[in-house]
């Protein structure tokens, strides 16, 4: 069982979207699973009142596995990201995080502040032995599965041995919560050939080849979108933030261009937007901040109910799988070996 | 008027997509411009008049403007492309290229090896002042406009001065073949604030801002599918190889992407791909290797006698508009000013 705390005023459609996609996701998730709400207490009981005498009344029967949790402090867009935990230590993302590190809570999910979330993760959950910074994990949804591709944008200039972190964090994220067997790791690079890309990819590949990963070499751009290279199946796709911070905002901004491109072209808008759904980041369950002890995942800012929705269930997912203490040991061994 | 050497045997579909893109570009350039088509001559002129007897026989008219330039040496994929120069010095791109170096030719055309075209570029164009390497500047088709990107993966570990010199390639070049006055040129970061992004990219954001140029600061990746950013147009963006070649390679394989999905969906087929074609390459006109003196133009390995066409024109609109000499120039008085 997972208690999962959700920051409830997090996001550009809070609280409505986070109190309704609790609700949601208590529907679906196993009865054992709880969710703590954290916020202004008005504010929260009046927007949950409102859902459960309104459009979501046949949600009621859930209302026993969700709880309040009091946290005054809003965190504004002008604050900044590294002074919200001092500034504002009673704010829904420093009390959320601080119930999972006092062992009341097991997850936090947030559409709030990226960079407020990473701070405040970092302080309050600590990181793992061997890791300075998280990296945070996205899905790229593509022709055969979806790809987990790491880091999106929390480090912009890695080492070769940070590159090698984030295809540990990714592998392990990859089996625990889209169940991946021994996930296949690739190296974002400009060719297939080991000698092909810049300097630090170059020297990722070497030390990746003998990580005991699921190594597939170098991929390309182009594998993305297929999932696959001309000879392997891609899980998890390596870059440093900087990359990976412009093709996932290059990606999400694609579909919609398409979808206007279309219909201008006498496609009919319906049958697109139903075709091209699974592109949709709200399909998808937030990014996690793999690194820190714990779990901590980011959900988009303009999350709708459903996105929060399948970001607690990506966090219960995580919580269940055990996620964090794989990471811990598999992060442990390496260093102990190393050292 | 122009008088630009294609290279008759490069590319998956040569000679047959050479010769016949060749015959297609004469009729829509002015009577002014002849082409050289550059091969082993019994090859070629076989193709020709394969052409002429058969599908293209309307196209006769323009035969007097073709000549054929003898090229024994072929060019294998398994040939080193930094030893083709020497190995190979009667290879079609050498003897293309060479024409140019010897006033007998204003352009070159290739859908061959890229690293080849490259090497073999540097060593009989070489370089204008102050650069070492060439940047390769390709399209992306956007929701307003067609942007240029450089480089899409001539140079992959960039210094900012590097930077700054593919901005001012990438103006010139956005000025002289697409036509836009006072381009507007945009830093590929991962936020629109200066201080976002890695080290590279910070630095250079300060180097552009004092450039001359009409920079209008970073842009991300979801601004290159809009083509603009909240606040401007843009016309160029400029990055460096590692991560134009990373995006470049994503772009071109969203569309099949998207169309497996649609049709999946029960999309037509026709009425899609007719929708998305301005996002097909072929509609566009080859990538330019710029700062090598001369023009030398890229055109993609699986070219259609469309693709190949377009190339050609856009190959004559930088002779007719006197890119090379521009870009002489604005490097020159960088290079002055910074003495």
Redesign the interface.
């Known amino acids: 069982m997972a208690r999962i705390a959700l920051d409830a005023m997090g996001g550009d459609f809070a609280p409505q979207a986070t109190v309704a996609g609790a609700l949601l996701a208590l529907a679906e998730l196993d009865p054992a699973h709880s969710i703590q709400l954290v916020g202004q207490t008005a504010v929260v009981e009046a927007q949950l009142r409102d859902l459960l005498d309104g459009e979501l009344s046949a949600y009621a029967v859930y209302r026993d596995r969700l709880s309040i949790v009091e946290a005054p402090d809003v965190i504004e867009m002008t604050d900044k990201p590294s002074a919200v935990v001092r500034g504002k230590p009673n704010s829904s993302m420093a009390v959320g995080l601080r119930l999972q590190s006092e062992g009341k809570s097991d997850a936090f999910v947030s559409a709030g502040s990226t960079g407020a979330q990473m701070a405040t993760s970092m302080v309050l959950l600590r990181m793992h032995a061997g890791l300075k910074r998280p990296a945070i994990a996205t899905f790229f949804p ?2 055969r599965n979806t790809l987990v591709v790491l880091d999106s ?1 929390a480090n ?2 890695c080492s070769p041995e940070e590159l090698v972190q984030f295809a540990r964090l990714g592998a392990t994220y990859a089996q625990c919560v889209l169940g991946r067997a021994n996930p296949a790791v690739g190296l ?3 060719g297939e050939e080991p000698e092909k ?3 630090v ?1 170059k020297e990722t590949h070497l030390l990746l080849k003998v990580s005991g990963l699921n190594f597939i070499g170098n991929v ?7 999932g696959a290279t001309e000879h392997h199946d891609i899980d998890v796709v390596v ?5 990976g ?14 979808i ?3 219909r ?5 808008g319906a ?2 937007e ?3 759904k ?2 949709d980041y709200s399909e998808h369950g937030g990014a996690p901040l793999l690194g820190v002890r714990g779990v901590s995942i980011i959900a988009h800012g303009k999350s709708s109910p459903r996105a929060i929705k399948n970001a607690l269930k990506a966090a219960a997912q995580a919580v269940t799988s055990g996620m964090n203490d794989l990471i811990g040991q598999r992060l442990g061994t390496v260093t102990e070996s190393a050292a």
Chains 1, 2 share one sequence.
């Open positions: 593509s022709l944008g912009v200039d974002l690079s400009i890309g810049n300097a990819t390309e751009g182009r594998d993305l979108p297929a870059c440093d933030g900087f990359v911070n412009v093709l996932l905002k290059f990606y999400e901004a694609i579909a919609p261009l398409m206007e491109t279309l201008k072209a006498g496609v009919d049958q697109l139903a075709g091209l699974h592109l």
